[in-house]
């Protein structure tokens, strides 16, 4: 005789949740496997079978937009499958880029609740990791986590390392406020490693070229006079030396690389740090 269980609980934490159990060997005959996602290409299989049945032809576009806004996640690829199939029978199957739009809308606003529902079950210490995922690889400390955030299908391996199952998913997590994280836009701060990213690449920065772009991140939209950055960068030895924040500023923009536009000098009062969300 075989049972088949399903949990989102890992069977040996089930094991020690209740003290009665602890003497139980019903825990020990099970083995667990983990369901991951599926391949790109099993992704991209599905939705082309499934579109062929319904009698739709997908353009390849049309079942990259399905794989790209969904990732490998079963949930998800139904979900955007049925809002393109819908919009590709209200259009005859002749779809243009404002369809593409309303399509990504559609899927983005039924699935708020279900990545509202995945960010719920991570500890805070993987809510943690996950924020600050391309440096948290770098830590031996914050792989466990990783490993955890893999079983339970919120991240991906690729090229090696690991990433978001999408571009929907990682903007979702920009968007949730978690401790000693600092997320806008492109640029992720993590306050705990004090390490900073861009776009998912790290980047590197001396101590007050951080310390300066976390001044920056904290107040962005706000122009920063040279005297108050040097007060904030320096407290108690505030010189007034412009030559020592205009050296700050340059090697920071060249830190940020292709980002470096963020940084705007505005000429007689200071300097303005905006970023698209």
């Not at 404002?98 to 509202?116: L, N, V």
Request: aromatic share 10%; proline share 6%; net charge negative.
């Amino acid at each position: 005789m075989a049972y088949i269980t399903a949990s989102r609980t890992p069977i040996h934490t089930l094991a020690y949740a209740q003290p009665e159990t602890l003497s139980s060997p019903f825990f020990n005959t099970f083995v667990p496997l983990y369901l991951g996602l599926f391949s790109d290409e099993d992704a991209q299989g599905l939705v082309e079978t499934l579109a062929t049945r319904a009698s739709a032809t997908f353009a390849p576009d049309l079942v990259h937009l399905v794989v790209e806004l969904a990732s490998p996640h079963p949930l998800l690829l139904q979900i955007a499958g049925f809002h393109t199939f819908e919009a590709w029978q209200q259009r005859d199957g002749l779809l243009e880029k404002g369809d593409y739009d309303e399509i990504r809308r559609r899927f983005c606003t039924e699935t708020e609740p279900h990545y509202e529902y995945y960010w719920q079950h991570p500890t805070a210490d993987e809510q943690y990791t996950l924020a600050t995922l391309s440096l948290a690889q770098q830590s031996q400390e914050l792989r466990r986590n990783v490993h955890s955030l893999e079983q339970q299908c919120l991240v991906t391996r690729c090229d090696g390392g690991y990433d978001y199952p999408s571009a929907a998913f990682q903007s979702f997590v920009r968007q949730q406020p978690v401790p000693d994280v600092l997320q806008a836009g492109p640029f992720v701060v993590d306050l705990r490693q004090r390490l900073a990213s861009c776009q998912g690449v790290p980047l590197s920065v001396t101590k007050t070229e951080l310390d300066a772009l976390v001044y920056f991140l904290q107040h962005s939209g706000r122009v920063i006079t040279p005297q108050e950055l040097e007060e904030a960068l320096w407290p108690g030895e505030y010189i007034e030396d412009p030559e020592r924040v205009r050296s700050l500023i340059k090697s920071l923009r060249k830190a940020l690389g292709g980002e470096a536009d963020c940084l705007a000098t505005r000429w007689g009062v200071g300097y303005l740090f905006q970023v698209s969300c």
